[in-house]
């Protein structure tokens, strides 16, 4: 695997490990509890990080089993269409962008299952990372979920969706704090 899939790899398993030892042990309506601010709650968080993760995994799953046999770049490079999306969604960029409305839980009925898929479709994204390694990174094979005839190509997806990820797990870990002053507070 190269240094830049490595890297990705060990942010998805840093995420994985914090739903799985922070997350999971906190009752449904601690996962449930929005922030002061009016933010996303825990599950609201994981839930979009789901829908996103719903479209892209099986996307990426595709793009794979077609190029499998390629060879060819083995470096992550960007287009201006990936250049924009890991711009747009890098964690340090601190700018708030309206999310599309069928990728916001905003509101949802969720229960504690959301943080089981989540851990599931982790696992699925670290299978992808792995299988990546075999594989041109450089085709263009991966439709845009908002306009499906813009293409990514499969390295620069998987960035898009592990910064994405990165971006949305500091959310959590200030929701996570919020919740668990609030908690600590009250008893």
């Given at each position: 695997?190269?240094?830049?899939?490595?890297q990705?790899?060990?942010?998805?398993?840093?995420?994985?490990?914090?739903?799985?030892?922070?997350?999971?042990?906190?009752?449904?309506e601690?996962?449930?509890?929005?922030?002061?601010?009016?933010?996303?709650?825990?599950l609201?968080?994981?839930?979009?990080?789901n829908?996103?993760?719903?479209?892209?995994?099986?996307?990426?799953?595709?793009?794979?089993?077609?190029?499998?046999?390629?060879?060819?770049?083995?470096?992550?490079?960007?287009?201006?269409?990936?250049?924009?999306?890991?711009?747009m969604?890098?964690?340090?960029?601190?700018?708030?962008?309206?999310?599309?409305?069928?990728?916001?839980?905003?509101?949802?009925?969720?229960?504690?299952?959301?943080?089981?898929?989540?851990?599931?479709?982790?696992?699925?994204?670290?299978s992808?990372?792995?299988?990546?390694?075999?594989?041109?990174?450089?085709?263009?094979?991966?439709?845009v979920?908002?306009?499906?005839?813009?293409?990514?190509?499969?390295?620069?997806?998987?960035?898009?969706?592990?910064?994405?990820?990165?971006?949305?797990?500091?959310?959590?870990?200030?929701?996570l704090?919020?919740?668990?002053?609030?908690?600590?507070?009250?008893?």
């Amino acid at each position: 695997m190269n240094p830049t899939l490595d890297q990705l790899t060990r942010e998805v398993r840093t995420i994985v490990q914090f739903a799985e030892t922070e997350l999971k042990k906190l009752p449904i309506e601690k996962l449930n509890q929005r922030p002061a601010n009016g933010g996303w709650s825990l599950l609201e968080c994981l839930e979009h990080l789901n829908r996103y993760s719903n479209y892209y995994n099986p996307a990426l799953e595709k793009a794979l089993a077609t190029n499998s046999s390629a060879k060819g770049n083995s470096e992550i490079t960007l287009t201006w269409i990936g250049k924009k999306s890991v711009e747009m969604i890098a964690p340090n960029n601190t700018k708030k962008h309206k999310t599309m409305k069928k990728m916001n839980p905003q509101g949802s009925l969720l229960h504690a299952s959301v943080v089981d898929e989540f851990l599931k479709n982790q696992q699925q994204l670290l299978s992808l990372l792995q299988k990546s390694g075999q594989t041109d990174l450089g085709k263009k094979a991966v439709p845009v979920e908002f306009f499906r005839l813009l293409k990514m190509n499969i390295g620069e997806t998987l960035l898009f969706m592990v910064l994405h990820e990165q971006r949305h797990f500091l959310q959590l870990q200030r929701i996570l704090a919020e919740v668990t002053t609030r908690r600590n507070a009250a008893a």
